[in-house]
């Protein structure tokens, strides 16, 4: 099974500063489509996940710009800036490459 | 929009079995692979396996084989998932969730496995 591997556990943000988590994957994410099979997703406090960045590096409908990704093949960071209150939550980076389909650990935004 | 509706919570005995629904609409719902995930008290997030309506195909993640039973109802746009042999280790929160990577989401039905 792919392992993501997410790093901090938690960051703790002052609203309008920046934030980065950071998600290693353990194998290629690359497929042979040319697709980076990333996806990074937000689970607000008592609330349903929900897709922010699909393929790597696109916004979901409707999400922020503040919100971007970027990475290589196993390596891949999610910025958040200017980060808000509404922005807390735990943050979770999966994989759609092969079966079984995997989430990291999360990694818990609060605000200072 | 798009909306999965899911069944509320269940209290059930070890050994025994539970269904759970997930209604959806706004979406033509043989479009879209349904899958199910389970999240464990304050855990993360574990994908379970997936239902596509249109033929009932699957695939699951080898853990849950045998424990989890994936359908669909096509006449009512609805996904079932039936989990069998019920110990506290099934107690968590299980979403359903459809449109490719995980676009939409169902608010989550849980189950709690207590004598």
């Known amino acids: 099974d792919i392992v993501l591997t997410q790093a901090p556990l938690s960051v703790s943000v002052t609203p309008g500063e920046s934030a980065s988590i950071s998600c290693r994957s353990s194998?290629?994410?690359?497929?042979?489509?040319?697709?980076?099979?990333l996806y990074w997703y937000l689970q607000r406090p008592g609330k349903s996940p929900q897709l922010l960045i699909y393929?790597?590096?696109n916004l979901a409908s409707g999400v922020p710009d503040r919100f971007s990704s970027s990475g290589s093949e196993t390596d891949f960071t999610l910025k958040i800036s200017k980060v808000e209150t509404e922005d807390v939550g735990v943050y979770y980076c999966g994989h759609r490459l092969e079966y079984p389909l995997t989430f990291g650990s999360g990694t818990k935004l609060e605000i200072k | 929009q798009v909306k999965l509706l899911q069944s509320g919570a269940a209290l059930v005995k070890p050994g025994a079995s539970v269904k759970m629904s997930c209604k959806a609409s706004?979406?033509?719902?043989?479009?879209?692979?349904v899958s199910w995930v389970k999240q464990s008290h304050g855990k993360s997030l574990e994908w379970i396996g997936e239902?596509?309506?249109?033929?009932?195909?699957?695939n699951f993640n080898e853990k849950f084989k045998g424990k989890a039973t994936l359908t669909v109802d096509k006449s009512t746009s609805t996904a079932y998932m039936e989990l069998s042999r019920l110990t506290s280790e099934d107690s968590a929160i299980y979403y359903c969730s459809a449109g490719g990577p995980f676009a939409y989401w169902g608010q989550g039905t849980l189950v709690t496995v207590s004598s």
């Open positions: 239902i596509y309506p249109n033929s009932g195909a699957t």
């Open positions: 706004g979406y033509t719902f043989t479009d879209y692979w």
């Open positions: 393929q790597m590096s």
């Open positions: 194998k290629s994410l690359l497929s042979s489509k040319g697709i980076t099979s």
